[in-house]
């Protein structure tokens, strides 16, 4: 099956700021998606992307906050802007893998607003 | 290591036990449903999956059971190992490819 590297996995970043979630599959995927987990808690679902299209968000989840790019079909950015400390969770990116019939996961990033 | 499923519901069972997590699902239109296992600082890990054509599925010493009725899914771990511990979660979707929402999770908690 499709194997995600996803980076950096973990960062502590100030307040105001933005970071870049990098998601590079070995394989060219066509579905490719972006999650929250917040401590403790499940997955939630920020945004479906699709190379050549944009991305599709979900409720509660806005592009100026959390813009991706999906430039071809290996790859994916999230861009968490302007942050504040409820920022603060994991985020994870995942892929639907035609070969295996199935979706994959990176290991997530870390992310810490102070 | 990351701390995932702090606040979730836990299930602790002795080694060698079986174990049974159960999950509600939310939309009657899902169609299929994987589960997940997810450990500390790692991104969920594929465990099985079932179709509703289906009611039950087994895969190595895991079996999945999907009563549509009730939109309840479980899973059920044979003979369980101090590995098996873990976060766990089940996700339903509508066809194939689609976004997946998520359950709840539940820690599964193996003592020895």
């Known amino acids: 099956s499709a194997v995600i590297s996803q980076k950096p996995s973990r960062d502590i970043c100030q307040r105001g700021t933005s970071l870049t979630i990098q998601c590079q599959v070995d394989?060219?995927?066509?579905?490719m998606f972006w999650y929250r987990q917040q401590p403790g808690q499940s997955l939630t679902l920020i945004a479906t992307a699709n190379q050549g299209s944009e991305a599709t968000y979900e409720s509660g989840f806005v592009i100026d906050k959390f813009p991706i790019s999906r430039p071809n079909l290996t790859f994916s950015t999230l861009t968490v802007s302007n942050m504040s400390p409820e920022d603060s969770s994991i985020y994870l990116c995942?892929?639907?893998?035609?070969?295996?019939?199935?979706?994959?996961f990176g290991s997530g990033t870390r992310l810490t607003v102070v | 290591g990351e701390s995932v499923g702090l606040h979730l519901p836990t299930l602790s069972v002795q080694e060698g036990d079986n174990s049974i997590i159960n999950c509600a699902y939310s939309n009657s239109a899902s169609d299929y449903f994987i589960w997940y296992k997810q450990e500390s600082g790692k991104g969920p890990q594929f465990i099985i999956d079932?179709?509703?054509?289906?009611d039950k599925r087994q895969g190595q010493r895991v079996t999945v059971l999907l009563n549509k009725t009730v939109k309840h899914l479980s899973l059920q771990i044979a003979a369980t190992q101090p590995g098996d511990s873990a976060v766990y979660f089940c996700a339903e979707g509508i066809g194939t490819a689609s976004k997946l929402t998520f359950g709840t999770g539940t820690r599964l908690q193996v003592t020895l």
């Open positions: 079932i179709r509703s054509n289906m």
């Open positions: 394989s060219q995927v066509t579905m």
């Open positions: 995942s892929a639907w893998d035609r070969a295996s019939y199935g979706y994959t």
